[in-house]
T-cell receptor
């Protein structure tokens, strides 16, 4: 079945340092989404990538979708304490298929 | 409509009892998902609906789990003869459509189940 893997599982950074999490799918995806979950909260949608090689930016966050549409990354520049949480990628394999989540990367930021 | 609503927020039950959770998605959303999440893990897919049709149920789920979405609006998830391993957060999410840019999932606050 479809699997979505994320690394690293956990990252602890000093405030101001950069952070990157990587997502890999066992199958080609029609789109990939990124979510953030704060401690005690529920996943909240950040962004969606649909096109091969697509790059999107949201302020300090940069999202990339691989050329083969099987991998993606989220990069945060100059982390802040408000970035703390777990970042999940979620892939949609094809039309009408289910959204499958990775295990997430826990980000802790030390001020 | 303020978003996806789940009830109850918390449920404590004795092992062997049946429990039922309810999810009210965003009204115009056709797609509805149920996920289970344990501490430190990502949302684990359980089942999903397109309108009233249940399209897939995870092979990880035993026959004790059943879900319905009778009129294509709200959904219920029932767990029969609960076991301690069922303790988790049960998340419901809905999205407008099955493809393209309509697949953003909106999550409810979840129902936290504790089986004692």
């Amino acid at each position: 079945g479809q699997q979505v893997m994320q690394i690293p599982q956990y990252q602890h950074v000093q405030e101001g340092e950069d952070f990157t999490t990587y997502c890999n799918s066992s199958t080609t995806l029609s789109n990939i989404q990124w979510y953030k979950q704060r401690p005690g909260g529920h996943p909240v949608f950040l962004i969606q990538l649909v096109k091969s090689g697509e790059v999107k930016k949201q302020k300090r966050l940069t999202f990339q979708f691989g050329e083969a549409k099987k991998n993606s990354s989220l990069h945060i520049t100059a982390t802040q304490t408000t970035d703390v949480g777990t970042y999940f990628c979620a892939g949609l394999r094809e039309y009408g298929n289910k959204l499958v989540f990775g295990a997430g990367t826990i980000l802790r930021v030390k001020s | 409509d303020t978003g996806v609503s789940q009830n109850p927020r918390h449920k404590i039950t004795k092992r062997g009892q049946n429990v039922t959770f309810r999810c009210d998605p965003i009204s115009e959303h056709n797609r509805l998902y149920w996920y289970r999440q344990t501490l430190g893990q990502g949302p684990e897919f359980l089942t999903y609906f397109q309108n009233e049709a249940q399209l897939e149920k995870s092979r990880l789920l035993s026959d004790r789990f059943s879900a319905e979405r009778p009129k294509g609006s709200f959904s219920t998830l029932e767990i029969q003869r609960t076991e301690q391993g069922d303790s988790a957060m049960y998340l419901c999410a809905s999205s407008l459509g099955p493809s393209g840019y309509d697949t953003e999932a909106f999550f409810g606050q979840g129902t936290r189940l504790t089986v004692v």
